[in-house]
């Protein structure tokens, strides 16, 4: 079992930068691979980022998906932020590690959650 709690989210300006973090309680925290998913009022829950690799196209360049294994945490480091960034970001862990990267877009393939951090950005 592991628990998620994330931190680090609030009201920004379009233009800054906001660090996210997800710590994860447990002892193999390193044996899972982490991702970020965010959800905006009315719509889907949608990915960020995952496993230092993947990212979403809408952030690509912009977040930075990191993690710190001796603190049990993972880490995304939001930059250039936009009003359309503005969401409850949540951070997911899974057990499997996929073949194809695109299967960790998916919530469902992801066993634990975070209640969930909110992001806003004003223009």
């Known amino acids: 079992q592991v628990q998620l709690v994330e931190s680090g989210g609030g009201l920004v300006q379009a233009g800054d930068s906001l660090r996210l973090s997800c710590a994860a309680s447990?002892?193999?925290?390193?044996?899972?691979?982490m991702g970020w998913f965010r959800q905006a009022p009315g719509e889907e829950r949608e990915f960020v980022a995952a496993d230092s690799t993947y990212y979403a196209d809408s952030v690509k360049g912009r977040f930075t998906i990191s993690r710190d294994n001796a603190k049990n945490t993972v880490y995304l480091q939001m930059n250039s932020l936009k009003p359309e960034d503005t969401a409850v970001y949540y951070c997911?862990?899974?057990?499997?590690?996929?073949?194809?990267?695109?299967?960790?877009?998916?919530?469902?393939?992801?066993?634990?959650w975070g209640q969930g951090t909110q992001v806003t950005v004003s223009s």
């Open positions: 997911a862990a899974t057990r499997t590690r996929f073949s194809t990267g695109s299967a960790y877009y998916t919530p469902s393939r992801y066993d634990y």
């Open positions: 447990g002892r193999t925290f390193s044996s899972y691979v």
